[in-house]
């Protein structure tokens, strides 16, 4: 398990949630009422985008579209979209047995 800690733009609120392998941060957003807006949930509007802590270690590759959206703005890893982004479905071995590991995600 990975907890997913969401912080919002003024670092003022956060919430932490329980993700498993595959969770849609959206999902875990909506299921706990993280700090983070959402508007399109398609990849075009920008507002749920998200500096992620390790991007790359717990979070699955983003797809077509998000690439796409990041590009177009001249981003890249940390940022990521709340409303594309996954948990890896193969978590790293020593977090796939742990409850400690902790994933942030702050309103950019
Ligand atoms: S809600 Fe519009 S890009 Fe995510």
């Known amino acids: 398990m990975v907890e997913v800690v969401f912080t919002d733009a003024a670092g003022e609120s956060s919430i932490a949630c329980p993700g498993k392998p595959g969770d849609a941060l959206a999902d875990l ?15 075009s509007c ?16 983003p797809e077509v579209d998000e690439r796409d959206f990041l590009a177009g703005r001249n981003l890249s890893a940390p940022h990521r979209l709340t409303c594309q ?20 995600v702050r309103v950019s």
């Open 46 to 61: 920008g507002a749920c985008l998200v500096v992620v802590d390790d991007p790359h270690y717990l979070l699955s590759d």
């Open 85 to 104: 982004a996954r948990l890896k479905t193969r978590l790293p071995e020593v977090q796939a047995h742990s409850t400690s590991v902790q994933l942030h």
């Open 29 to 43: 957003c909506d299921d706990h009422e993280a700090p983070i807006p959402f508007a399109c949930r398609g990849a």
